[in-house]
């Protein structure tokens, strides 16, 4: 067969495959459990592997996704339902491939509320994921550093939250087939998995501390009242991100990781303003450590849930 053919003969293939889903999604699907079921059988006809473990990749800690071997990338803009990126530093593709041995699926960017998603919108991913089989997810973010010694550049292990962005992904009508109506959060961050990444940090002479991250809608940076404020509270950490996600994925039954990157001190810490390409510089300062970090823990994890 010709090289012209070859190509013709792809090209109508690619385009059967997207006019099926065109076709499914234009039926019209009222429900977010068949949503998000119809956005894992899309991800899953792309690729052999079923990856038991999910990442996101917060803002500049993208690169990890990179290094995948055997890698199928799907931009979120093809994924029927799935929210688009719009932030700097997330570049919205969805990377499904292997770690040494271990397959996974990692998000290169996530959506926030600030960017106008409504909560169920930023945790539709974790829905996906759940319909796709995956048992565990790692969250991972930049943050400002409230705790002093939570310096620029410092990984912390996420030991609990606090709540602040006024709503629950979790609010309206439960599906069951999600989840129970009122999950419990006391166990919220997996303590193996936390006890595993503090080990392998250790061993790789990456001193990693717990912490408590604590959620603003965003996206304007807080003030140095409201950081005294979130310090007097427990808070050693704070963001915009994650929280949702993390609640979503509980309820859904997966275990959640959760890694903050401290790329900048929060507000009134230090006598100088805040902007975020200051946190992309930390982010990709630091990317190596954190790279390491991940390919230590991964395999690990999985060990911890067979």
């Known amino acids: 067969m010709s090289a012209k053919k070859v190509q ?6 690619s385009q059967s495959f997207s006019e099926a889903w065109t076709s499914k999604i234009a039926a019209g699907i009222s429900g977010e459990f068949e949503r998000a079921s119809l956005a894992a059988d899309f991800i899953c006809s792309r690729t052999k592997l079923r990856p038991h473990v999910a990442l996101v990749l917060g803002s500049g800690l993208g690169a990890f996704a ?4 055997n890698a199928t990338k799907i931009p979120y ?4 339902y799935f929210p688009r990126s719009t932030a700097i530093g997330h570049a919205g593709r969805l990377v499904i491939g292997k770690v040494g041995a271990v397959p996974l699926a990692a998000m290169q960017g996530r959506v926030h509320l600030y960017e106008g998603y409504s909560a169920k919108q930023v945790v539709f991913p974790m829905r996906v994921f759940a319909r ?14 409230i705790k002093r010694e939570f310096t620029q550049g410092r990984l912390v292990v996420i030991g609990d939250h606090i709540n602040l962005q006024g709503v629950n992904p979790l609010t309206g009508t439960n599906d069951e087939r999600f989840g129970l109506r009122f999950p419990d959060m006391t166990t919220t ?7 595993i990444a503090v080990a392998e940090g250790n061993r790789l002479g990456v001193r990693l501390h717990e912490g ?9 940076y807080e003030t140095p009242a409201e950081i005294r404020y979130l310090r007097t509270i427990g808070a050693d950490l704070v963001g915009m991100s994650t929280i949702p996600e993390v ?5 859904s039954g997966m275990r959640v990781l959760g890694i903050s990157c401290v790329t900048n001190a929060a507000a009134g810490i230090l006598d100088q303003p805040l902007n975020h390409l200051e946190v992309l ?11 390491s970090l991940l390919r230590a823990v991964i395999p690990r994890i999985v060990e911890a849930m067979a």
């Open 8 to 13: 013709r003969k792809k090209k109508f293939a």
């Open 66 to 69: 990179d290094e995948f071997a």
């Open 77 to 80: 803009a093809e994924i029927p």
């Open 132 to 145: 796709m089989g995956v048992k565990a997810v790692i969250l991972t973010n930049a943050a400002g550093g």
């Open 189 to 195: 961050y997996d303590k193996r998995f936390r006890e």
């Open 212 to 220: 408590v991250y604590a959620a603003l809608a965003g996206p304007s």
């Open 247 to 251: 609640i979503a994925a509980r309820h």
């Open 281 to 291: 510089e930390t982010a990709e300062r630091v990317k190596g450590q954190f790279i």
